[in-house]
């Protein structure tokens, strides 16, 4: 079985007021957020959630924010790199989808070129149809892919993403081969949606945050989530319905390049001040977010061991 522990947020426009405790210092008079990615998307959404819990407790005193989209965060991360080198109360908030985009496009610049600092949350991916779609059911979808995976357009985030990934590793299980998939690759999850509500394509996939809103409506039918268990109630996980694949989405924060010691050390100390806060926890309750922290030398960790699966996972279902 193929796994990969990978993780998503979902946009935090919506969040309701939050109690938190005023924290006993400043860590920053202000903060500046690279999202490379569009405005209203799941790395903005983390990005905006930890503005509003650090402001409330007084550990940053105002936040400044920059959005450079495109190809899963490849086009602004080298801006990211030569614009903020070594730049105290900067950070960029990216994820999984970053690992397999800048390997399906060869990005020459990488993760490796910015500053690990912590894994925040995380979530399982989703598959959806519009609700008046002719396929009922993950059964039916299954077998459209089998049947015909080119007539089975696929709306999605970058190439090389977990979304793309999922639909890969569902091709494989099926006895196709990814490159046989029609997927539709997006900068963002309001494009995918419009896509799929206007039949523009015949499914989704993408984190189920992306998607809560239109599933919960009823403009969307959920078939399956890719989580180890189920996260939403009356949607079967692929694993349960056998289907042997369990995938998710992590997102992050990190620093620039050439950061000292000392001021890493400090961006380590923020965000994990941040997750100890009652009104973190609540917020990750109220968006559906699991708690996926890791800091430090143990998050650098992590992401050495998921570049490697990601590459191994990308190679094997043909996308690299």
Request: glycine share 14%; aromatic share 6%; net charge neutral.
């Amino acid at each position: 079985m193929l796994r990969r522990t990978l993780f998503s947020a979902a946009a935090a426009g919506a969040l309701l007021p939050l109690c938190a405790a005023r924290a006993a210092e400043q860590h920053y008079a202000t903060m500046n957020v690279f999202i490379p990615a569009g405005p209203g998307g799941g790395w903005d959404g983390l990005g905006r959630a930890m503005e509003q819990v650090a402001r409330q407790a007084g550990m940053v005193g105002s936040f400044q924010f920059e959005n450079v989209g495109g190809a899963g965060g490849t086009v602004g991360l080298p801006r990211f790199v030569a614009q903020r080198r070594g730049r105290e109360g900067a950070i960029m908030v990216a994820g999984a989808i970053m690992v397999g985009s800048v390997l399906a496009n060869k990005s020459p610049v990488g993760i490796k070129d910015v500053t690990p600092i912590a894994r925040m949350t995380s979530e399982p991916g989703i598959i959806v149809v519009p609700a008046n779609s002719d396929i009922q059911d993950l059964k039916g979808f299954i077998d459209a892919l089998k049947n015909n995976p080119g007539g089975t357009s696929v709306a999605g985030g970058s190439a090389g993403g977990m979304d793309h990934i999922l639909l890969g590793l569902l091709l494989k299980s099926v006895g196709r081969s990814a490159k046989d998939a029609s997927y539709v690759a997006f900068a963002g999850g309001g494009p995918a949606q419009a896509a799929i509500l206007g039949a523009q394509v015949k499914a989704g996939i993408s984190g189920y945050s992306e998607f809560a809103e239109q599933i919960k409506a009823g403009r969307m039918r959920a078939l399956a989530t890719s989580g180890e268990t189920r996260s939403v109630e009356n949607v079967p996980t692929l694993k349960e319905s056998g289907i042997d694949i369990v995938l998710g989405n992590w997102r992050g924060v990190f620093g620039p390049p050439g950061l000292n010691a000392a001021a890493r050390d400090k961006l380590v100390k923020f965000v994990t001040e941040l997750h100890a806060l009652p009104a973190w926890k609540e917020l990750l309750q109220r968006q559906g977010w699991d708690d996926a922290f890791l800091s430090g030398d143990a998050f650098d960790a992590f992401l050495k061991q998921d570049e490697a699966a990601t590459r191994q996972v990308l190679t094997e279902v043909g996308l690299i």
